[in-house]
Nanobody
Framework: QVQLVESGGGLVQPGGSLTLSCAAS????????MRWYRQAPGKQRELVAS???????DYADSVKGRFSISRDNAKNTVTLQMNSLKAEDTAVYYC?????????????WGQGTQVTVSS
């Protein structure tokens, strides 16, 4: 089994910054891609940022230039640095990983962490 645990959410004022972290643990052989999604109330879950194990990051247009995704492949962690936060960034943020264990390949989700941008 594989577990993803997020941390770093909270309340921040518009224009502020937050850093989200996600740590994967368990029977991990390789993590192909790690992503951050978010879901605001009443809206569908949307992809925020994606980073393959040996590739370039990709971002939703709404966060380009403000958010930055990074990985530590040795530690199986992914980080989302969020700057210049706006009210519309308010959502539950979920970590995603496409993982190969010693026996199979599957996708995994974290439990989600709330980010609230408000004055």
């Amino acid at each position: 089994q594989v577990q993803l645990v997020e941390s770093g959410g909270g309340l921040v004022q518009p224009g502020g910054s937050l850093t989200l972290s996600c740590a994967a643990s368990g029977d991990i052989f390789k993590i192909y891609v790690m992503r951050w999604y978010r879901q605001a109330p009443g809206k569908q879950r949307e992809l925020v940022a994606s980073l393959p194990s040996n590739g370039s990051p990709d971002y939703a247009d709404s966060v380009k230039g403000r958010f930055s995704i990074s990985r530590d492949n040795a530690k199986n962690t992914v980080t989302l640095q969020m700057n210049s936060l706006k009210a519309e960034d308010t959502a539950v943020y979920y970590c995603y990983a496409h993982v190969t264990t010693t026996t199979f390949t599957d996708i995994y989700w974290g439990q989600g962490t709330q980010v609230t941008v408000s004055s």
